[in-house]
């Protein structure tokens, strides 16, 4: 399995979108700060995630959310989230 997912940084409360054959061990590279997209917004915070079968569809859902259809998908999706946050 290949998993698209989403991070909230609680520094700045942006989101990053990557994909990982390892969700668990790519998680816990960006909390300790060895991923160097994220270092700078730490702590960070798994908020979304999708399995996929093969890597090819993990990286083309990884573009999509990270276009803008993708992020109102997301802010749709997640609408609770968004709504408890504040």
């Not at 960006?30 to 160097?36: D, F, L, N, P």
């Not at 093969?54 to 992020?71: C, F, I, M, P, V």
């Not at 998908?73 to 989230?81: C, D, H, I, S």
């Amino acid at each position: 399995m290949f998993y698209t997912y989403v991070l909230l940084s609680l520094k700045d409360y942006e989101l990053y979108t990557g994909y990982t054959k390892d969700l668990k061990n790519r998680f816990n590279q960006h909390a300790s700060g060895q991923v160097k997209s994220t270092m700078n917004r730490l702590p960070v915070k798994l908020v979304y995630y999708e399995a996929c079968l093969n890597q090819h569809d993990a990286t083309r859902r990884e573009k999509y959310l990270k276009s803008g259809n993708g992020k109102i998908y997301l802010k749709n999706r997640m609408r609770e989230f968004w709504n408890n946050l504040s």
